[in-house]
């Protein structure tokens, strides 16, 4: 989940860095996001196409590793090799961001 969350602010933090009014956007989109994430409901309540979707929701899955041990329940280990590739994937392309962009944060700034 961590290192889910270090590529995240990464990137975010580029584009913030380059574009002034990307701190507004990214505020509606995790407004949006919680609510279409289980947060504030239970995804046990959903039909069955309502439970296909939530779980291609990345956040579902983050949320998931995080909140099930803390209510008793081992994550499946789809929840498990999704973060982790999540993980990978985005680790790696924040990384290439870095190199491709790093001479220019300084005149951004």
């Not at 933090?13 to 239970?42: E, G, H, K, N, S």
Request: hydrophobic content about 60%.
């Amino acid at each position: 989940m961590t290192l889910n969350l270090v590529w995240v602010v990464y990137l975010c933090a580029l584009m913030a860095a380059r574009y002034r009014d990307f701190i507004q956007i990214i505020t509606y989109v995790i407004q949006f996001a919680i609510f279409v994430t289980p947060v504030f409901w239970i995804a046990d309540a959903l039909s069955a196409k309502g439970k296909t979707l939530i779980t291609i929701n990345p956040l579902y899955q983050m949320i998931e590793v995080v909140r099930g041990p803390i209510i008793g329940r081992v994550p499946p280990p789809q929840v498990w090799v999704t973060t982790i590739l999540m993980a990978v994937i985005g680790l790696a392309v924040a990384y290439v961001c870095h190199i491709r962009l790093r001479s220019k944060i300084v005149h951004w700034l």
